[in-house]
C-alpha cells in the first residue's frame, strides 16, 4: 500500500505535466474561448496524509517491550496503566504466563529495566486498572472467592491490599455484582460502581482505606460508562488531520495514535507535521495508552502488549 501510494504521488504530477504540454503543442481546432477557458481537473486528489500536510517519513520508533497479557471479547474496562510519573505499566497477564481469558494476575513491568517490578498472583483481577493521583495505589476489579465482582486497592510498594466489598459485601445483585472504577477523586478517595439489581447503577465513594462508603447516586447500567477504554482526545478539525481510527493524543498533545481504514498503525507528530507507520501488528489494536511524560506507547492487542519509545531515531 506504501509503495502505491509513492508510485501514484510521482505519477500524477508525471501525467499533468505531459498533459499540459500536449496541449501547448498540438491545434486541437478549438475556438478563441475554448483555449481561454479553465480546465477542470479530473485526476484524483492527493491522498489524505499528504494532502492534508502531514508528511510520511521513515519510522522513528524503536520496540521498548513485549508483554502478555489476558485475552477477552468483552468489555473489562483499561487493561493497561502507566504509573504517572514513571515509566512503569501495570497489566492482567495470564497466571501461566502463556494465555487466559477474562481472569489474570496483576504484572507491572518496566521497559526502561527489561524487567517485571512487580506480580501478585493471589489476586484474580478481572480489570479495568486506575492509578491513584499520586501513583501511591492502584484500583482494579477483581472476582471474589464467592465468584461475586469487587474492587481492590494495593500498593505495590509494601503489598498491601484493601478489599472494598470484603465478603459476602460483594453480592450487591442475585447475578455477579458487577464493579468498576468510576476514577480517583483524590490520592484519598475513589469512585466505583457497583449493579444494584438488573437496571440499576450505584455510583459509590470510599476512602481508600476502604471507609466512608457512600452511595452518590443511582443511575440505569446503560449509563454507566465506567468500561469504556480511557482516550485523551481533544477537539480537532477532521479536515486538517489524516483519516484517524481511535486517535489516541500523548499527554502532552504533540503526538498521535491512531490507526487507518487497513488497520495499519500510526504515530503523527502534530508540530513537525509528519507521520510514520508501525504498520500491521500482528492484529487488531485493542487499547493504546501513553506514559504520562508522552516518551512510551503501550498498544495491547489480543495476545501480546507492544511498548514503544515513539521518538529514538
Known sequence: ??????????????????????????????????????????????????????????NASCLAGQYIPITTDKK?????????????????????????WYLGKLSIASPDENKTVFEDENIKVFGDLAWSPDASTLAFVTLQNNNFFSVTLIQPDNSQTVDLFPGEEARTDELSGKKAIEGWINNRQISVSSSCGIDCAQMIRFNND??????LEEIRPVDDHSYDLSLHQIEFEEGTYPAMTDPNWSPDNTQVFYTDEDDDAWVLDVPGKTQYQLGWLGDYVRETKWSSDSQLLAIRMDNQINVYKTKCK
Open 1 to 58: 500500500m506504501y509503495k502505491l501510494r509513492q508510485f501514484l504521488m510521482f505519477l500524477i504530477p508525471l501525467t499533468w505535466v505531459l498533459l499540459v504540454s500536449a496541449c501547448d503543442t498540438l491545434d486541437l481546432g478549438l475556438s478563441e474561448n475554448d483555449k481561454n477557458a479553465t480546465p477542470t481537473p479530473t485526476l484524483p486528489a492527493l491522498l489524505p496524509e499528504v494532502a492534508r500536510g502531514y508528511m510520511v517519513v521513515n
Open 76 to 100: 473489562q474496562g483499561d487493561l493497561m496503566a502507566w504509573q504517572p510519573g514513571s515509566h512503569q505499566l501495570a497489566y492482567v497477564s495470564p497466571l501461566n504466563n502463556s494465555w487466559a
Open 210 to 215: 476502604g471507609s466512608g462508603k457512600q452511595v
